[in-house]
């Protein structure tokens, strides 16, 4: 998040800095984006042509980004986008169809962190180890993979307007859905305050962490990330 590598600028070169901005804009400009097109596409495979009509189906970020959500990200490396929009009823099974529209945003990002770590790997694998052992390069990756994992772990969270709301929703009675549905802007709100307070910092960077060793593992990489 920028404002962690602002506060710790003295030890960051000016190329790490520089570094780290750019990677922070690929991530408004790219991850989001494909984030929301992954739910409007498995939506749209599954029969509901709602994505499409509202131009979701999409990689232009302004189709997708919130103010809000896009701030808090850049901010504070937790965030979200403009929520998808969806008529269940358009599904053969509402609730798988909601089930698995949900869960492809997060799955986006986290198949998007595991092809940054497995590209890091290929590298080292065929670059002189001096190459690979490049500060910027690192920097990079760290934060491609980093920020996609905290974005789809943050967005599993229960929590409006979050994926993790919708998939809690399709285990809840549709009276409770309704009824949770009635405040949902109070509950947004809820979710910024958390971000802000730094409540939800601990807990997600464990589960983050968790996650990033699980890929590294996966590709063949020691711990050198997460």
Known sequence: MLYSIWRGAGSFSFMQLLI?????????????????????WVATLLGDNTPRWHGRLSLNPLRHLDPIGTVTLVLFGIGYAKAVPVNPRNFSNPRRGMLLTSLAGPVSNIVMAFVSLLLFRVVTVFTVSEAVQDVAFLVLV????????????????????????????????????????????????GVLLLIFTGVLDGPLSAAVSFLGDLLCMLVGLPRIIF
Do not use: C, K
């Open 20 to 40: 780290s901005i750019i990677s922070y804009a690929a991530l408004v400009l790219v991850m989001l984006p494909v984030h929301e097109l992954a739910h409007a």
């Open 142 to 189: 760290a934060i491609f993979a980093q920020v996609n994992l905290s974005l789809a772990v943050f967005n599993l969270l229960p929590l409006p307007p979050l994926d993790g709301f919708r998939i809690f929703s399709t285990l809840l009675p549709g009276r409770w859905v309704f009824y949770l549905e009635r405040y949902h802007e109070y509950l947004r709100w």
